[in-house]
């Protein structure tokens, strides 16, 4: 008789020594619970020789308590497979805790069907790599959320914004279903967002420079933007507690972002 993967995990955690799981749950209690990110450039932190480009897990912190940290490990460029194949699943899983978090969030680069070491099939390998996620989370006593991509600006000529991640999303909020994962559902809050902001004020939460005109990646304002819509989104789903989020009314300075210098 196979077992299925859920039933091996949980296999594996009942094994565990008494002490070693009670261990683990007073260590957990005891420390601050770390939430990870694992992503693409959206999210990611970006240094000086990028900015204004900030992704939305450099704005996070503004609305967690610091008792809840955020480990932003997104990285430009990257799909749900590369990065697994690049080791950095495996770096955020030598380090992820009993207690912590796992936000995960791809699909922009998993949709590139020309480049063979990012793409993923919607209903076949994107979804079996978000499931190493998963299960990689949950072996280690962290909790897995999942958030759907982050919407583009994009709009037609009626100044409708358009959806464009195909059928991405769906196949996430399937597979949250599927195994009893938080979603959050960032597509669609950003797509109502950009539609609430309508064609000219979204330039004001991209990349628009005087060089540049960049419908993927956010500014300062809109990376605080979405940084309060994902923390709006952890207390809505239960995941984070009313003492775990703060300024979710208030007014973030844009000057509170800070870009590091570029590592040599």
């Not at 207390?235 to 989020?245: G, I, N, P, T, W």
Request: charged fraction near 25%; aromatic fraction near 8%.
């Amino acid at each position: 008789m196979s077992l299925t993967r859920r039933q091996v995990t949980t296999a594996a955690f009942a094994a565990l020594p008494l002490g070693a799981v009670a261990t683990g749950t007073a260590q957990a209690s005891q420390r601050p619970r770390t939430l990870y990110l694992a992503g693409d450039s959206t999210a990611a932190r970006k240094f000086a020789d990028a900015a204004p480009e900030t992704g939305w897990g450099m704005a996070l912190p503004f609305f967690l308590h610091k008792d809840r940290p955020v480990a932003n490990h997104a990285v430009n460029g990257r799909s749900s497979k590369s990065f697994v194949d690049e080791g950095r699943l495996d770096v955020i899983l030598a380090s992820i805790r009993p207690g912590d978090f796992l936000l995960i969030q791809f699909a922009h680069n998993d949709e590139k069907t020309t480049d063979p070491a990012r793409y993923t099939e919607p209903w076949t390998t994107y979804q079996d790599h978000l499931r190493l996620y998963v299960d990689g989370a949950r072996s280690r006593g962290a909790r897995p959320v999942l958030a759907t991509p982050v919407e583009r600006r994009r709009f037609d000529a009626g100044g409708n914004a358009l959806p464009t991640h195909g059928d991405y999303p769906a196949a996430m909020r399937a597979l949250a279903a599927e195994e009893g994962v938080a979603l959050l559902d960032l597509q669609a809050l950003s797509l109502e967002l950009w539609q609430k902001l309508g064609v000219e004020e979204t330039k004001k939460y991209f990349n628009w420079t005087g060089t540049e005109q960049d419908n993927t990646h956010f500014n300062p304002p809109g990376a605080i933007a979405l940084g309060r819509l994902v923390a709006a989104e952890l207390l809505r789903c239960r995941v984070l507690s009313a003492r775990d989020v703060r300024r979710l009314d208030a007014e973030i300075p844009p000057s509170w972002i800070t870009w590091p210098p570029a590592t040599a």
